[in-house]
C-alpha cells in the first residue's frame, strides 16, 4: 500500500504526537509498505528527506514562539494537494487537526481517498502553557473539543489510543456514523527490555547507584504537573534515601529547577534535558519506579515504555492512565495533584523490594498486549477494508 501519514507535529520535534507517528511509519515501511509523512518543514523552507526508511515531506513553516517553540505551516493547502497528487497515496492517515491535518482531510475527500483520523490530544496539552488564557481556559478547553470531535467525525475511521479517550470525548463520537475503534499507540518491545542500564550510562548523567531512583521521561510543560513530583519527592527524602530522575525539556524546567532548590532537593534530582532516542531506551532502564503526575493524557506513551523496561508505575487516576497503571496490580492510583498521596505510594514500591519485583513483572505482562507489531497489523487491516469498501 501507499500510505500517507499527515502529522503537524513530527520528528525531531519530541512529544507524543511526533513519537507514535514516527513509530507507525517506521513500522508500516519495514512491513513493505511505501510510507510518505507530511510534517512541518523545521528550517521554515520545504524540502523532503529520509527518515530511517520512509519519506518526510516539509511544508513551509514558521516558529509557533507561544507553545515550546514548534514550527507550523499556517497556509499548507497547495503543498499538501501537489505533495497527494504527485505520491497518489492508497489511504490518508491524519495525525493532528491542525493546518496540515486539516488540508490533507479536505483534498482527499476531495479526490475520494479514503481517510483514518487518529485523535491524540487533549485540550490541556496546549491551554494548560499558555498562560495568559488561564482565566477562560474552561471554555476555551470545551470548544477544543468540540472541535476536535468535528473534525475526527470528518474521517472514513476514528481512532484513540484508548477506550477512556473515546470516553472523554462523549456521546458525540459514539454516535458517529462511521467506525470509531481504540487501537493503541504500540510499543516497539524488542527496543524497550527489563535489562540492566550500563555503567556509563550511569556516569554520564551523574546518577547514583546507592539508592532506589523515581523516574520520570516526558515532556516538562505546565500539563505534566511536575511541580507535583517535586513536591512528592520532598517527602519521600525525609525519611528515605532516594534519587529523582527527569528526563526531558520543555518549557517548565527552569520554573522545576527552582522549586526543588526551594525544596532543599536540587541535589538529589538529576535533570537531563534532552537527550538522544538511545539514551531515552537506556534511562527508562534506570528507575526504581515511574511516576507520571500528569491528568492530561490519552494513554501515556513515556509510561508504556517505562512498564516494559521493568518499571513499576505511581499515576494520578485520570483519563486513561488507569488503563496501564492498574491499582495495586502493577502500581498505584493516586488522586490529582495530591503529592502527599503520591509520595505515599512512591514510599511503598520503593521500601518493599518485593513488593517491587511483583509490580514490575504485572508491568511487563501489561506492556506485552501493546506490542506494536500488534498495532500495525491492526492499522493495515484498517486501510485494507476501507480501500476495497
Known amino acids: 500500500m501507499k500510505i500517507l501519514i499527515a502529522s503537524d507535529l513530527h520528528w525531531p520535534t519530541i512529544n507524543g504526537v511526533s513519537t507514535s507517528s514516527r513509530t507507525l511509519a517506521q513500522g508500516l515501511a519495514a512491513h513493505g509498505h511505501e510510507v510518505m509523512v507530511i510534517a512541518p518543514s523545521q528550517t521554515g523552507k520545504r524540502y523532503k528527506e529520509i527518515d530511517v526508511n520512509y519519506t ?7 516558529p509557533f514562539l507561544l507553545y515550546q517553540k514548534f514550527r507550523i505551516s499556517l497556509t499548507p493547502y497547495r503543498e499538501v494537494k501537489k505533495i497527494i497528487n504527485e505520491f497518489k497515496p492508497d489511504v490518508i492517515h491524519t495525525q493532528t487537526l491542525i493546518m496540515i491535518g486539516q488540508a490533507a482531510m479536505k483534498y482527499g475527500h476531495k479526490l475520494g481517498i479514503p481517510i483514518v ?11 494548560d502553557n499558555l498562560k495568559l488564557l488561564a482565566p477562560v481556559s474552561r471554555p476555551i478547553n470545551y470548544m477544543l473539543k468540540k472541535y476536535i470531535v468535528r473534525f475526527q467525525l470528518k474521517a472514513d475511521y476514528i481512532t484513540m489510543p ?3 479517550a473515546i470516553d472523554i470525548f462523549g456521546s458525540a463520537i459514539k454516535r458517529a456514523t462511521v467506525p470509531v475503534e481504540a487501537v493503541s499507540n504500540g510499543i516497539d518491545l524488542s527496543r524497550f527490555t527489563p535489562t ?3 555503567k556509563d550510562l550511569l556516569k554520564k548523567f551523574k546518577i547514583p547507584t546507592d539508592r532506589p531512583i523515581v523516574a520520570y521521561v516526558g515532556r516538562v510543560d505546565a500539563e505534566k504537573h511536575l511541580p507535583v513530583l517535586i513536591a512528592a519527592f520532598a517527602r519521600i527524602i525525609a525519611d528515605n534515601k532516594a534519587h529523582l530522575l ?17 525544596m532543599g532537593v536540587f541535589d538529589h534530582v538529576t535533570f537531563t534535558g534532552c537527550v538522544s532516542d538511545e539514551d531515552i531506551v537506556n534511562l527508562h532502564k534506570v528507575g526504581t519506579v515511574f511516576c507520571m503526575p500528569s491528568p492530561a493524557e490519552l494513554q501515556s506513551i513515556a509510561m508504556l515504555e517505562a512498564m516494559a523496561s521493568g518499571q ?16 495495586k496490580r502493577n502500581g498505584y492510583l493516586c488522586e490529582q495533584d495530591n503529592d502527599k498521596e503520591v509520595a505515599k505510594a512512591l514510599t511503598k514500591i520503593i521500601s518493599n523490594p518485593d513488593l517491587r519485583e511483583s509490580m514490575s513483572k504485572e508491568s511487563l505482562a501489561i506492556a506485552g498486549t501493546h506490542d506494536l507489531q500488534k498495532t500495525l497489523k491492526r492499522f493495515e487491516k484498517i486501510y485494507t477494508d476501507l480501500i476495497n469498501a
Do not use: F, W
Not at 518526510?56 to 514558521?62: F, P, Q
Open 117 to 127: 483520523s487518529t485523535n491524540h490530544a487533549m485540550p490541556e496539552n496546549l491551554i
Open 56 to 62: 518526510v515531506a516539509r511544508t513551509a513553516s514558521i
Open 162 to 164: 484508548t477506550q477512556t
Open 312 to 327: 513499576p508505575v505511581v499515576a494520578v487516576d485520570a483519563g486513561p492512565l488507569k488503563e496501564l497503571c492498574q491499582h
Open 196 to 198: 540492566a542500564p550500563s
Open 246 to 262: 527527569i528526563v526531558g525539556k520543555g518549557v517548565e524546567i527552569e520554573n522545576l529547577k527552582e522549586l526543588a532548590y526551594e
